[in-house]
């Protein structure tokens, strides 16, 4: 079975757990490819304020404005 959904990737910069190479390998994998939106710093949970621009962009274009 396939999932066809849209996907906001969210990638810091300097992330212990998930190394940046490894961000344009998933997101190579991912149908309907969105870009790649980098958080700057270290960080794994960063707060939610730092995803609200992507966070936001995303919906809107799922949603439309308003």
């Given at each position: 079975?396939?999932?066809r959904?849209r996907?906001?990737?969210i990638?810091?910069?300097?992330?212990?757990?998930t190394?940046?190479?490894?961000?344009p390998?998933?997101?190579?994998?991912?149908s309907?490819?969105?870009?790649?939106?980098?958080?700057?710093?270290?960080?794994?949970?960063?707060r939610?304020?730092?995803?609200?621009p992507?966070?936001?962009?995303f919906?809107?274009s799922l949603?439309?404005?308003?």
């Open positions: 079975m396939r999932v959904a996907v906001l990737q990638h810091c910069g300097d992330d212990p757990v190394p940046l190479a490894s961000a390998r998933l997101q190579a994998l991912l309907g490819r969105r870009p790649l939106v980098m958080i700057d710093g270290r960080c794994h949970t960063p939610i304020a730092e995803f609200d992507a966070r936001h962009s919906v809107t949603t439309g404005p308003g």
